[in-house]
């Protein structure tokens, strides 16, 4: 009988280090994961960063042109470029760091949507094909960091639902830091209220 029972435990201690296994190998595909579509996320807001300082040059063309406003595009960009230059690992593992970095690109997104609305009132600036080719890019890149920031939730999703399921949850702790929790992007605020349009 005794045998059997030592057998038996075995088998078991064989099954839960190989749970265990699966469980720490899946985690970390998930986290490669997250970690790669976070490299894309970072790749389309640098873009974003190295066209801004092609459109303010393109704009200070305009000898009358607002210079508040350029330098309200200047300096948003300059904190999201410093916040950007943190630790990518820090902006996953810490959510402050993460809600800086994500409070850095909605300063910058709000500073160029000024920009281009103060555009409007120079018919001159417009008509450039400098001009008109950088604000095409611009709205490019907008979309695909929509897209990115989408593709990263959705990775940060998987992990997390593996990360927090029994007993992946149990098997987590004890690495502590290593498998935390991954944030998500969160809607700027007002972006539940529809714009009010009057003509």
């Known amino acids: 009988m005794g045998k059997w029972l030592g057998l038996g435990l075995v088998a078991l201690l064989v099954l839960l280090g190989l749970g265990a296994v699966g469980s720490y190998n899946s985690l970390v595909r998930l986290e490669q994961a997250v970690d790669a579509q976070w ?10 960063l190295d066209l801004v300082p092609n459109l303010v040059a393109t704009v200070k063309g305009a000898a009358s042109f607002e210079q508040q406003t350029l330098t309200q595009v200047i300096e948003a960009r300059a904190k999201a470029s410093q916040v950007s230059l943190t630790a990518s690992r820090e902006l996953l593992e810490e959510p402050a760091a993460f809600q800086q970095f994500q409070q850095a690109q909605q300063n910058l997104s709000g500073a160029l949507s000024r920009l281009l609305v103060t555009v409007e009132r120079y018919p001159e600036l417009r008509a450039t094909e400098n001009f008109r080719e950088l604000q095409a890019q611009l709205e490019g ?3 695909r960091i929509a897209v990115e920031r989408m593709r990263f939730n959705e990775a940060a999703r998987a992990f997390n639902t593996r990360r927090n399921s029994f007993p992946t949850v149990l098997f987590a702790g004890f690495f502590g830091r290593r498998f935390a929790e991954r944030p998500y992007f969160q809607a700027e605020p007002g972006a539940k209220t529809a714009p009010e349009v009057r003509f």
């Not at 490299?39 to 974003?48: A, H, L």
């Open 39 to 48: 490299g894309q996320v970072e790749n389309v807001y640098q873009r974003r």
């Open 141 to 143: 890149t907008e979309n």
